[in-house]
């Protein structure tokens, strides 16, 4: 099946479960799903294929929850991005002008062209949690190209098996899925370093029951906040290591990648990357030394 045919039976499908076949309820204003993104922490550095995951959390108390679709975007795009898996070319409509000239009042010349366009699919896990046996669940970016650029906006979808929703709990908070993030390589200088994680409002963000009647939910907003480096820590593993020694040899003697957190790479407090770095996180790891200073920099 076609990217594009698919994409037609998921949007059909939910929107069987948008709108049901049962017309719409008035709930009490109390009556609500809570939808919650934990407030977490990450080192910056997350990048190259390690991931910061970030928790959607249900509380849910009366409810049979279907199918649903989160659009979340962030207040500071520029210190973190979604992770992106890959790249998903898909085709999308078009109206295409046709005209040779002028027309009669009234007449239009369009016709639809088919144009492909790249969709980032973004990394999203379900294992152990609400949905982990659910028979759709999709995670669409931005679009964009093939080099796979930033990612500042994600689309989550989800479709529960026929008659196996998500029924109430009152045992609390449930975990419903994780998405990924990628940290920047910031600064120990750089003081804003939180982002608001931002769920958009009904139309674009919904909870629905079996028999397609939207259910009420209210978010409470989460923050990632990227903490400072680990001292001596070069690769950004946010642990000292044998690793940070290789990633400073591998640098300094094999023009290897500088350090993603240069602050941190700077083991002796220098303000810079050389081979007393070195020296002291070997004699800090297999010598009992001094653990690694806090760094600064001044230039590679």
């Known amino acids: 099946m076609s990217t594009s045919c698919k994409r037609m039976l998921i949007l059909a499908a939910l929107t069987f479960t948008l709108l049901g076949l049962g017309g719409s309820r008035a709930w009490a204003q109390d009556d609500s799903v809570d939808v919650a993104i934990v407030y977490t922490a990450a080192y910056p550095g997350t990048h190259d294929g390690k991931i910061a995951w970030v928790e959607m959390w249900l509380d849910n108390h009366q409810f049979s929850v279907s199918g649903f679709q989160f659009m979340i975007t962030m207040s500071n795009n520029d210190l973190v991005d979604f992770h992106t898996t890959g790249i998903e070319v898909d085709t999308i409509v078009v109206p295409v002008d046709t005209c040779t000239g002028p027309l009669p009042h009234g007449q239009e010349c369009y016709v639809d062209s088919l144009v492909p366009t790249a969709v980032r699919l973004c990394a999203i896990d379900t294992v152990g949690s609400l949905i982990s046996g659910f028979d759709l669940v999709e995670c669409h970016g931005d679009t964009g190209d093939t080099s796979l650029p930033e990612c500042n906006r994600i689309e989550i979808l989800g479709l529960a098996p026929y008659g196996e929703p998500i029924e109430p709990y009152f045992g609390g908070w449930r975990r419903l899925l994780r998405f990924g993030m990628d940290m ?17 409002p009904s139309g674009n963000s919904f909870l629905s029951d079996p028999q397609g ?19 001596g820590d070069a690769n950004a593993d946010s642990v000292v290591g044998l690793g940070d020694v290789v990633k400073l040899l591998d640098y300094l003697y094999k023009h290897g990648k500088p350090p993603c957190i240069p602050e941190s790479a700077d083991a002796n407090g220098s303000c810079l990357a050389e081979l007393g770095d070195v020296v002291q996180l070997l004699q800090y790891l297999f010598r009992n030394g001094p653990p690694p200073k806090v760094g600064c920099w001044h230039g590679m």
């Open 184 to 200: 920047g390589c910031l600064s120990d200088t750089v003081s804003d370093r939180s982002t608001i994680f931002l769920i958009a």
């Open 213 to 231: 009647d939207l259910i009420p939910f209210r978010y409470q907003q989460g923050e990632l906040t990227a903490l400072f480096g680990v001292n």
